[in-house]
């Protein structure tokens, strides 16, 4: 089924200190044309994320934006080398015992001798996982853009199919009048040729008049317009059916259907056929406007 070109899609997500934001915004465009910006530290993610998101858009153009906040470290880890306190506490005790001292080592002056406290920092995740992470959040938000696209899809396909049911039973209607155009304009001409005879000193050929109405038969004869623009309906119908991105064929059969309306309305001499050759290029220019946000 069809799909818009316009949509946004998001996701977010905390690890921690981090916070990672995704945005997706994609409007319409001939082509398909994926933009990605990154945080500096991750723009060698770049190809990998236009991949990733091409699996989710046909056509358009997309802006990917991702954010990174927060520091990836966490708190300081801080131990005790007891191996090294013991050391400096048996050390401190026969200082005592030689010199005679009375100040005991207490447990702060211990802390600050070197050796006995150890600080280290843990990162909460490698670059491996920061980065697998970050694709999986554009992979979420890309879903999420899909989806959005999706819906105004479901509202494309059904004003598309309206308006094309429409333009078949206007076409229909032309069908049934077409055959009488050339009798028509036989019995007016006949009627009018027959009025001025009244006046003209000379006998109208009957064989010219014949003539006459067979060249204008074959100069207003509208059924391989019809043809063909029946024919563009039913390819329109099941183009809108398919699962590929088909706005550009849409697009086509519309300037091919408008055409075809065109040359009805000049070639019938018939005023219920003109009217109608009008409200059909009507509605095929509304058709062409909502095409032009089909994938």
Same mark, same amino acid.
């Given at each position: 089924?069809?799909?818009?070109?316009?949509?946004? =899609?998001?996701?977010?997500?905390?690890?921690?200190?981090?916070?990672?934001?995704?945005?997706?915004?994609?409007?319409?465009?001939?082509?398909?044309?994926?933009?990605?910006?990154?945080?500096?530290?991750?723009?060698?993610?770049?190809?990998?994320?236009?991949?990733?998101?091409?699996?989710?858009?046909?056509? =358009?153009?997309?802006?990917?934006?991702?954010?990174?906040? =927060?520091?990836?470290? *966490?708190?300081?880890?801080?131990?005790?080398?007891?191996?090294?306190? +013991?050391?400096?506490?048996?050390?401190?005790?026969?200082?005592?015992?030689?010199?005679?001292?009375? *100040?005991?080592?207490?447990?702060?002056?211990?802390?600050?001798?070197?050796?006995?406290?150890?600080?280290?920092?843990?990162?909460?995740?490698?670059?491996? +996982?920061?980065?697998?992470?970050?694709?999986?959040?554009?992979?979420?938000?890309?879903?999420?853009?899909?989806?959005?696209?999706?819906?105004?899809?479901?509202?494309?396909?059904?004003?598309?199919?309206?308006?094309?049911?429409?333009?078949?039973?206007?076409?229909? +209607?032309?069908?049934?009048?077409?055959?009488?155009?050339? +009798?028509?304009?036989?019995?007016?001409?006949?009627?009018?040729?027959?009025?001025?005879?009244?006046?003209?000193?000379?006998?109208?050929?009957?064989?010219?008049?014949?003539?006459?109405?067979?060249?204008?038969?074959?100069?207003?004869?509208?059924?391989?317009?019809?043809?063909?623009?029946?024919?563009?309906?039913?390819?329109?119908?099941?183009?809108?059916?398919?699962?590929?991105?088909?706005?550009?064929?849409?697009?086509?059969?519309?300037?091919?259907?408008?055409?075809?309306?065109? *040359?009805?309305?000049?070639?019938?001499?018939?005023?219920?056929?003109?009217?109608?050759?009008?409200?059909?290029? *009507?509605?095929?220019?509304?058709?062409?406007?909502?095409?032009?946000?089909?994938?």
């Amino acid at each position: 089924m069809i799909r818009s070109m316009t949509g946004y =899609g998001r996701a977010d997500d905390m690890r921690g200190s981090l916070r990672l934001t995704v945005e997706l915004r994609a409007v319409n465009h001939r082509f398909q044309e994926i933009l990605v910006r990154l945080p500096r530290n991750w723009s060698m993610l770049e190809d990998q994320v236009r991949k990733l998101v091409a699996q989710y858009v046909r056509r =358009g153009r997309v802006e990917v934006t991702v954010s990174l906040e =927060g520091s990836a470290a *966490t708190p300081s880890t801080v131990s005790i080398d007891w191996s090294v306190a +013991e050391q400096f506490v048996q050390l401190s005790r026969e200082l005592d015992q030689r010199f005679s001292l009375e *100040t005991p080592l207490c447990a702060k002056d211990l802390l600050l001798l070197p050796g006995v406290i150890h600080t280290s920092k843990t990162e909460e995740a490698d670059d491996g +996982e920061v980065a697998e992470w970050l694709l999986a959040n554009v992979r979420a938000a890309a879903a999420d853009l899909l989806s959005m696209k999706q819906m105004e899809g479901d509202g494309l396909l059904a004003d598309l199919s309206q308006r094309l049911h429409a333009v078949g039973k206007w076409l229909e +209607e032309i069908r049934l009048l077409a055959p009488a155009c050339a +009798e028509e304009y036989h019995s007016r001409l006949h009627q009018r040729l027959s009025e001025w005879a009244a006046q003209a000193p000379f006998d109208l050929d009957p064989q010219r008049l014949a003539q006459e109405v067979v060249f204008f038969a074959e100069k207003s004869d509208i059924s391989e317009e019809i043809t063909r623009l029946t024919s563009h309906c039913q390819q329109f119908r099941q183009q809108l059916e398919k699962e590929e991105a088909v706005g550009r064929k849409l697009d086509f059969l519309l300037q091919e259907m408008n055409r075809e309306a065109n *040359t009805i309305a000049s070639k019938a001499n018939h005023l219920r056929i003109q009217h109608l050759a009008v409200e059909i290029k *009507t509605e095929l220019e509304k058709m062409r406007e909502q095409v032009q946000n089909v994938e």
